[in-house]
């Protein structure tokens, strides 16, 4: 892997973590008052997120994948589509703490689901050794 695609790789991981970690200290602390990123952060967040993710994609493509790779990638864009929507609609003046705490932990949820593909994704096209 060289260095820019490392890099990548790298801002797309930092800002999974940011966008999906109020979801995650949620899920896991009953659903205690969280701090949520502002709008304009977490807009910012997801535009580096989209678009580090479709140059992993693309480089990904190019070396050929195995069959079931496409599903469970389309599986993993839709619950990532979810936690970036839930993120702006959470950072957002209008909700009630235990509103917000409830729609995190749906986005806790859903990045734990897109980690635990990942993994399997990275199973699939590297092989186990």
């Known amino acids: 892997m060289s260095l ?4 990548t790789l790298g801002i797309h991981i930092l800002m999974a973590m940011l966008l999906a970690g109020g979801g995650l200290a ?4 009953g659903g205690a008052t969280i701090s949520v990123l502002p709008r304009r952060s977490a807009i910012i967040g997801i535009a580096l997120l989209i678009i580090t993710g479709a140059n992993n994609f ?9 069959k079931g790779y496409h599903m ?3 599986i993993k864009f839709l619950l990532a589509l979810h936690i970036l ?4 609609i959470v950072s957002g003046p209008q909700h009630t703490p235990e ?31």
């Open 85 to 88: 929507a839930m993120t702006v």
């Open 4 to 7: 820019p695609s490392s890099l």
């Open 26 to 29: 949620a899920l896991f602390s």
């Open 99 to 129: 509103k917000r705490a409830r729609l995190l932990k749906g986005v806790g949820a859903s990045a734990i689901a897109v980690v635990l593909i990942s993994v399997y994704l990275n199973f699939l096209v590297t092989g186990a050794h």
């Open 58 to 66: 693309i480089s990904r493509m190019g070396t050929g994948v195995p």
């Open 72 to 74: 469970w990638f389309g």
